[in-house]
């Protein structure tokens, strides 16, 4: 059974940083692409970042270039998203995704996904 289970979600100030991470089981990690999305209410999931399989390449929604950063960890099967600099506008549910037909360069994975973790960023 795959499952993707996200954590590391909550309430932070403007400016604070959060560590989600996505531990993963049921599928050959190393040959999947991975990412990250997000859903504020009212509005569409969008992309966030995403890695290649085996994290040649990676992806960074221009909102988030240079704030957020994708990891992988092939010891552990699990896919984190660090996020500094956080935004009120950064507030919305965070999903973490695993496609192995996936672009993680261009964030495109629609194959398996977690339940998502709230992230609050108050102002």
């Known amino acids: 059974e795959v499952q993707l289970v996200e954590s590391g979600g909550g309430l932070v100030q403007a400016g604070g940083s959060l560590r989600l991470s996505c531990a993963t089981s049921?599928?050959?990690?190393?040959?999947?692409?991975l990412g990250w999305f997000r859903q504020a209410p009212g509005k569409e999931r969008e992309a966030v970042a995403c890695?290649?399989?085996?994290?040649?390449?990676?992806y960074y929604a221009a909102s988030v270039k240079g704030r957020f950063t994708v990891s992988a960890d092939y010891a552990d099967h699990s896919v984190s998203l660090a996020m500094d600099d956080l935004k009120p506008e950064d507030t919305a549910v965070y999903y973490c995704?695993?496609?192995?037909w996936g672009d993680g360069s261009a964030c495109r994975l629609d194959e398996f996904w977690g339940q998502g973790t709230q992230v609050t960023v108050s102002s």
């Open positions: 995704a695993a496609d192995i």
């Open positions: 049921g599928f050959t990690f190393v040959d999947y692409a």
């Open positions: 890695i290649s399989s085996a994290s040649t390449l990676k």
